[in-house]
């Protein structure tokens, strides 16, 4: 059975840094798309960045452009999301999402002094 298990949310303060990771459990990501999505309380869940399969062409939504990067290592199934200069806005339940919509359990981020 394939899964997507995601890591590294937490409580940070404004203005502070996390790394999410996303590791596939069953099945090799190298020709994977993959996805970061995010779904804050009464929101409807949002695109946030996606890392073609080698790693080359990355995506972000305008929002944490310039903040936030994705990046991944094939070798380890794993896809990550640095993400610097957190402000409230970010407060989400993160996810990340394969080409087959497959997609974890996801990961809590709250940003909050």
């Known amino acids: 059975q394939v899964q997507l298990v995601e890591s590294g949310g937490g409580l940070v303060q404004p203005g502070g840094s996390l790394r999410l990771s996303c590791v596939t459990i069953?099945?090799?990501?190298?020709?994977?798309?993959m996805n970061w999505f995010r779904q804050a309380p009464g929101k409807e869940r949002e695109f946030v960045a996606s890392?073609?399969?080698?790693?080359?062409?990355?995506n972000l939504t305008n929002s944490v452009k310039g903040r936030f990067a994705i990046s991944r290592d094939n070798a380890r199934s794993t896809v990550y999301l640095q993400m610097n200069s957190l402000n409230a806005e970010d407060t989400a339940t993160y996810y990340c999402?394969?080409?087959?919509?497959?997609r974890g359990q996801g990961t809590q981020v709250t940003v909050s002094s």
């Open positions: 999402q394969d080409t087959h919509n497959l």
């Open positions: 069953g099945r090799p990501i190298d020709n994977e798309v």
């Open positions: 890392i073609d399969s080698n790693g080359i062409t990355a």
